[in-house]
């Protein structure tokens, strides 16, 4: 495949005017060498990597910046923690997850070939790849973990929820970004996969938050991504912590505040979107 869409599958450029402009500045490494045609012909399992941009804000992907918004947000701290990342790709979460202290994560991912080398080459990392989650148990992947994070794509969150809860250990943490995309009616999704409505993606976002609640958690936080998705998809992140059976629910987020997030969201992010 022709090296800028493999870019930006991997999460490594916005788009393909992105990934073009970061060939023609020097900044991808094929392997061990500099490419220098967007259009050159790799192979999907080829190793690649960015050399070090702001844009990524030291990440190896831009994911990076959207768990780095949301554990901001939520005040979480993972030093020490047991951690999945869930649909890891090419690494952007875990990235983060290292780089705030986590003792270690077990990256999964259905894919194979995706996962920074370096990242893959750390031993506080666990890759699963070719790993399906509905099909495997929390000990399959060196759980049950502290905190699940997630970044899935093609397939709704509320299908993964049960298991997503399976993983955690009492009282653990779940932080996911929400693609209203993959969320969304087919009425909602316009040309290019993008969702733009406000209130769909009000919709997605209190879709998610009840199969979340239907699976013993409670939501307790919501934020934007600071970066739009490839297509431009304005994207969200939630917290949720799992809670006790015997443990009395607490107040869940309204749709008033789902509603505020959105539309700081749109705000911000309108012309990316």
């Given at each position: 495949m022709r090296l800028d869409e493999l870019l930006v599958e991997r999460g490594l450029a916005?788009?393909?005017?992105?990934?073009?402009?970061?060939?023609?500045?020097?900044e991808v490494v094929v392997g061990e060498h500099r490419a220098t045609s967007a259009g050159m012909s790799v192979k999907p399992d080829v190793a690649l990597r960015l050399k070090d941009d702001k844009r990524r804000g030291g990440f190896v992907s831009r994911g990076g910046l959207k768990l780095q918004q949301a554990l901001d947000t939520f005040g979480l701290e993972v030093g020490g923690l047991a951690c999945a990342d869930l649909g890891a790709s090419s690494g952007g979460f875990t990235d983060c997850l290292l780089q705030r202290g986590a003792a270690r994560v077990s990256a999964v991912d259905v894919g194979v070939g995706q996962f920074d080398w370096r990242l893959r080459n750390d031993p506080r990392v666990s890759l699963f790849e070719r790993t399906n989650i509905r099909n495997?148990?929390?000990?399959?992947?060196?759980g049950p973990f502290d905190l699940v994070v997630a970044d899935l794509s093609f397939i709704s969150l509320a299908s993964v929820m049960s298991d997503?809860?399976?993983?955690?250990?009492?009282q653990g943490c779940f932080v996911?970004?929400?693609?209203?995309?993959?969320?969304?009616?087919?009425?909602?999704?316009?040309?290019?996969?993008?969702?733009?409505?406000?209130?769909?993606?009000?919709?997605c976002i209190e879709a998610v938050f009840e199969s979340?609640?239907?699976?013993?958690?409670?939501?307790?936080?919501?934020?934007y991504s600071p970066v739009t998705g490839p297509a431009g998809n304005i994207e969200f992140l939630f917290w949720a912590k799992s809670r006790p059976c015997d443990s009395p629910r607490e107040g869940s987020?309204?749709?008033?505040e789902i509603e505020r997030v959105v539309a700081e969201a749109h705000a911000k992010l309108k012309g990316e979107s």
């Open positions: 916005r788009d393909l005017h992105d990934a073009q402009a970061y060939v023609m500045a020097g495997v148990s929390a000990a399959d992947i060196d997503v809860a399976a993983f955690l250990k009492p996911s970004l929400i693609k209203p995309q993959f969320e969304a009616s087919k009425e909602d999704v316009g040309e290019g996969g993008v969702v733009h409505d406000p209130q769909a993606h009000a919709r979340a609640r239907a699976c013993g958690f409670e939501v307790c936080g919501l934020t987020m309204c749709f008033d």
